[in-house]
């Protein structure tokens, strides 16, 4: 199955949400509820389903279209304020053999500007309650090459462990070679660490290969650790750690 724990959750699996969800669009509060709750339609995450009393559903445009899933007839919806439209954006489900998720609402998440668990901003999809990240001190040596030239190299990494994803190494600035480094504009986001602040694309010799490293300067409190630290996806570099070449995984998430 892999060198590190795999997602183990069943499709469809359904569990209640016990923190305040709110999302906006265009400024306004779309939803707000204390009741919506987990569905997992895949095994890597889930999506929250809203009852519908805690929907501005005057917002919700019927598209008279329906969409069979494993959970039920969906009836579509866009979602419309003001000027900002989101086209089929909304699933509404009128009955579900799953638990409580009659009369639910599940939006797609690009539909809104912000998602807020309690209050903090939340990105890309739910946190998975199952998913466990931590960022811990190592002082396993770790040293990063692309063809045959080292980019990297540490005494002292922050291990940073996901359920699903492969362990990450996180360098100091200081122990990285920015001869071969090259500023990129990418930024992505992660729903346990946040916003990425920086990105990197190598060259080696002639070739390019792009965004091959970044760092989080503003991480989630529960990743403070790696706050300024440098990665390299392990799926397109070679990492040696304690002097053995690890195997390069499929994943491809920061």
């Known amino acids: 199955m892999g060198e590190y724990p795999q997602i183990i959750v069943p499709v469809d699996h359904s569990e ?3 923190r305040r969800i709110r999302a906006w669009l265009g400024g306004q509060l779309v939803l707000d509820t204390t009741r919506a709750r987990y569905v997992w339609e895949w095994p890597n995450y889930p999506q ?10 005057e917002w919700l445009v019927d598209e008279h279209r329906s969409q069979p899933t494993t959970r039920g ?3 579509q919806f866009g979602l419309v304020v003001g000027p900002h439209r989101r086209p089929g954006a909304v699933r509404v489900y009128p009955e579900s053999h799953l638990e409580r998720v009659t009369g639910t609402a599940r939006f797609e998440w690009g539909a809104f500007d912000h998602w807020f668990e309690e209050d903090e901003e939340v990105f890309v999809h ?6 466990r990240v931590d960022a811990l001190r190592s002082t396993r040596p770790v040293r990063i ?3 045959g030239v080292v980019l990297a190299e540490s005494g002292s990494p ?7 994803l492969p362990t990450r190494y996180y360098l100091n600035p200081s122990e990285v070679d920015f001869s071969h480094l090259e500023p990129s504009a990418t930024v992505s ?5 946040g916003r990425t ?3 990197w694309s190598v060259r080696t010799g002639a070739t390019l290969q792009r965004d091959r490293a970044w760092t989080y300067g503003f991480p989630t409190r529960e990743l403070l650790p790696i706050a300024g630290l440098i990665a390299f996806y392990n799926e397109q570099v070679d990492v040696f750690v304690n002097g053995e070449l690890q195997p390069r995984p499929r994943t491809h998430f920061a």
């Open 16 to 18: 209640p949400v016990p």
């Open 48 to 57: 929250y389903y809203v009852p519908l009393d805690d929907v501005r559903t």
């Open 73 to 75: 007839l969906a009836q």
């Open 126 to 131: 739910p946190r998975d309650p199952y998913t």
């Open 145 to 147: 090459e692309l063809d």
């Open 158 to 164: 922050v291990l940073v462990f996901e359920t699903g």
């Open 189 to 193: 986001a992660c729903p346990y660490k």
């Open 197 to 199: 602040s920086g990105y």
